[in-house]
């Protein structure tokens, strides 16, 4: 068995600067479940088959892997998008006229949207219904762990459909999946016949990309805006979890607006960029920070239809 020897410390330059609490909101905020803290502000993950520690330093991150694997630092430019394009689209947020979202960009300034596999996006949200974000964490590692290709010690890389879905009951039982095993042997099995998926869904309309992966057993309108945005890198995707419903009840009265009201609300009044918008308000509302608006623009709140519930005070 390979022992576990890691390479010296690498530095990853940012555009941005970014600090622990940072990292640690962007590693541990619901947007991956492979990421666990050490001592000393380090984090250890899991990319892919790729083993790595990484730690915030000046002008960027200090970056180290595994000694016998291939070098993760060009996917890692990728996935803390290093270049700093998303900048641009945070500034062109709302925030000058949505005094809530500003307070949430400066909250968690250069918060990002990190790049990750749509094949381990799928499977880490498949898993997330009804589940904070520690369970969610235990049932991805245990999956790798049953059934996941090994690198070094007790590290797995995430499993193959083909694997998942040939998975036995009592595979999929131990790994505390509870109802969501059969979405995820389902959703395995569609896609072990479509090897290309990631290429074919990558070239479609988000509108057609949310619809595609509706098809799928187990994603709904929040699984599957949460697979295009974090997986296909779709800024344009607003999921609505129960962090979301909350904090856009509180800050913008829209308290017994529907899921797909608030969807709409958020593509609406953030634009291009909505993702970025939601994760700021999603980090700010767990962490007690958000704010209310008090001058929300009527047309913004305009119901799209009678049904509508009303907007509240």
């Known amino acids: 068995m390979p022992s576990l020897v ?23 905020g619901g947007q991956s479940f492979r990421w666990q803290g050490l001592p000393d502000d380090i984090w250890r993950g899991v990319l892919g088959s790729c083993l790595i520690e990484v730690r915030a330093a000046r002008g960027g991150l200090d970056w180290r892997g595994w000694e016998k ?31 809530v979202l500003a307070s949430a960009i400066k ?49 797995y890389a995430m499993p193959t459909w083909a694997r ?19 979405f995820i042997r389902g959703t395995a099995q569609r896609l072990e016949a479509r090897p ?5 869904m990558q070239k479609l309309s988000t509108t057609e990309l949310l619809v595609e992966l509706q098809k799928l057993p187990g994603v709904g309108p929040k699984v599957a805006s949460c697979v295009a945005l974090f997986g296909f890198g779709r800024l344009e995707s607003f999921p609505v979890d129960t962090w979301v419903v ?4 509180s800050a913008y009265q829209l ?29 700010s509302a767990r962490a007690g920070l958000l704010s209310v608006a008090t001058d929300v623009k009527p047309r913004t709140l305009k119901r799209k239809s009678k049904k509508s519930p009303k907007r509240r005070g």
């Open 6 to 28: 890691w390479t010296e410390w690498r530095h990853l330059p940012l555009a941005e600067e970014i600090s622990p609490k940072l990292l640690q909101e962007q590693l541990d």
């Open 69 to 99: 694997q291939v070098d993760a630092g060009r996917m890692l430019r990728s996935y803390f998008d290093a270049e700093g394009k998303q900048a641009l689209a945070v500034d062109q947020l709302p925030w000058r006229s949505d005094k």
């Open 107 to 155: 909250n968690f300034s250069g918060l990002r949207i990190l790049r990750h596999d749509p094949h381990e996006t799928l499977i880490g949200f498949l898993c997330s219904s009804n589940k904070r974000i520690i369970q969610i964490k235990l049932m991805v590692a245990t999956l790798a762990r049953t059934m996941g290709e090994h690198i070094v010690d007790d590290y």
């Open 164 to 182: 998942l879905a040939r998975a036995t009951d009592a595979e999929l039982k131990a790994c505390a999946l509870g109802y969501r095993a059969a």
């Open 196 to 200: 290309h998926w990631v290429d074919e």
């Open 246 to 249: 909350q904090a856009l009840a």
């Open 255 to 283: 308290k017994r607006w529907k899921p797909e009201q608030l969807a709409e609300f958020g593509k609406t009044h953030f634009g291009a960029s909505a993702g970025l918008a939601q994760q700021y308000l999603f980090a």
